[in-house]
């Protein structure tokens, strides 16, 4: 009976003593762990300074609706243009190249007197711009306002700097609707944003090709 309760008394001694070194062991650990840094998850990144925080943080990304509307490539913001912007002077030049191919081309071949004319009648005019599909009284309006009234539309009188005024109108006209005298005068010495469109005629910014014959219709 004494050899069990010895061995009992061992063993209860054995774990005092356990229990007293894992004691010891956190009284020891305490003091290394409230030193330690907090380490973060890998997931959440470690604070900064808001300076800092804000340079570093990625854009937010935009909203469905406003993202449907930006072009997904430039040419397809190339295509949304409708006109390339060009400048007053640049409009004059391509334009004073567009009256000289349209008087040396077009009406002196099928208006002019001689192979050496260089002024056309009133009437080539008045045949050239009724291709322009505004009213007739329009086309008129045009050639009395940069031309003056007219008794005889036979006589040469038309150079490449009157077919340019009357053009500009005519281009007015066809641009902003215009009709009325008072609003064909308001364009004069402005320049259009480009030259008028006109039936049988095709112009790319640099040559000018006739598609058919401009011939007087008699009226």
Do not use: H, N
């Not at 840094?37 to 470690?46: C, K, T, W």
């Amino acid at each position: 009976a004494e050899a069990p309760a010895g061995a009992a008394a061992a063993a209860a001694d054995k774990v005092a003593v356990a229990a007293g070194m894992a004691v010891e062991d956190a009284a020891k650990a305490a003091p290394l762990a409230a030193a330690a840094p907090v380490q973060l998850p890998p997931s959440a990144p470690e604070p900064a300074s808001s300076s800092s925080s804000m340079a570093a943080a990625p854009p937010s990304p935009r909203p469905l609706a406003e993202a449907a509307a930006v072009p997904a490539t430039a040419a397809a913001a190339a295509a949304a243009a409708e006109v390339p912007c060009k400048s007053d002077e640049e409009r004059e030049r391509e334009q004073a190249t567009f009256y000289e191919r349209l008087l040396f081309g077009v009406l002196l071949p099928y208006f002019a007197e001689s192979a050496s004319a260089e002024l056309v009648p009133r009437r080539s005019l008045r045949v050239l711009f009724g291709r322009a599909d505004l009213p007739p009284e329009t086309v008129r309006l045009a050639l009395d306002i940069e031309l003056g009234p007219a008794a005889d539309e036979g006589v040469p009188c038309v150079d490449v700097e009157a077919l340019q005024r009357v053009g500009r109108l005519v281009a007015f006209a066809q641009e902003r609707g215009w009709r009325y005298e008072a609003e064909l005068r308001s364009g004069r010495g402005f320049v259009p944003l480009g030259p008028p469109q006109l039936r049988g005629l095709a112009w790319d910014g640099r040559r000018l090709r006739t598609l058919e014959a401009i011939l007087d219709d008699g009226s």
